[in-house]
């Protein structure tokens, strides 16, 4: 069954450092999401990609935070400056329409 | 915003039970969503149920929605140790979801 793999699963980085969180998504998917889960909190929408731009985003994703499509299979986040409130498990999520479905995760320790 | 609820936050049951949850919500719907997470795992689209139906099924599966109370139920019968996860439910497009903080179901043998 096709997923959503998404690498490392654990990334840990000090204060200031810039991290790149990579993911697969499903091949013939066309909507590309990024949520994050600090721990014990709910599930938060950051953005949505679509024809190779932004489609939404949320108030979390600001300057810091950036996405591209480097390529006709990968799907990554970046976080320019990361701070000790980054600390969360990040999800990437793709979609023909609906539903989303989900990686399992890189969990992000911003030390 | 659109959001869900679930209750209760908590649920502990025997294996062969039945394991109901529940959702409340704010604002009109198209559809209403319930995800699994198993933990440290990614999320797992259980079912997906539209604004003009009243109950879906799916194996184990029973999700009901009520729009005239806002909310939605999940049940899981027959309930085994794998089914030991939490459970959400998410509304919103299809490009942004709005999750709740769950419900923590454990299953004991």
């Known amino acids: 069954e096709p997923e959503v793999t998404q690498t490392p699963s654990h990334q840990v980085t000090q204060m200031g450092q810039e991290v790149i969180l990579r993911c697969v998504p499903i091949?013939?998917?066309?909507?590309f999401y990024w949520y994050r889960q600090i721990l014990g909190q709910k599930v938060e929408f950051l953005v949505s990609?679509?024809?190779?731009?932004?489609?939404?985003k949320s108030e979390i994703f600001d300057d810091q935070f950036s996405v591209e499509r480097p390529d006709g299979s990968n799907f990554t986040l970046k976080i320019r400056s990361t701070k000790l409130e980054d600390s969360a498990m990040y999800f990437c999520?793709?979609?023909?329409?609906?539903?989303?479905?989900f990686g399992s995760g890189t969990q992000l320790s911003v030390l | 915003s659109q959001q869900g609820e679930e209750d209760p936050q908590a649920l502990s049951i025997q294996e062969g039970e039945n394991a109901t949850m529940n959702c409340s919500y704010k604002?009109?719907?198209?559809?209403l969503q319930w995800y699994r997470q198993n933990s440290g795992r990614g999320l797992v689209h259980l079912i997906l149920?539209?604004?003009?139906?009243r109950e879906k099924h799916s194996g184990r599966l029973r999700v009901t929605l009520d729009t005239s109370k806002k909310s939605s139920s999940l049940l899981i019968t027959a309930s085994r140790a794998a089914d030991t996860a939490s459970y959400f439910c998410?509304?919103?497009?299809?490009?942004?979801?709005?999750f709740g903080k769950g419900t923590m179901l454990l299953v004991s043998p």
């Open positions: 999520a793709s979609s023909g329409r609906e539903p989303l479905f």
């Open positions: 091949s013939n998917h066309l909507y």
């Open positions: 990609f679509y024809n190779n731009e932004i489609s939404e």
């Open positions: 604002t009109s719907i198209n559809n």
């Open positions: 149920i539209r604004s003009n139906e």
């Open positions: 998410a509304t919103g497009s299809y490009s942004t979801l709005t």
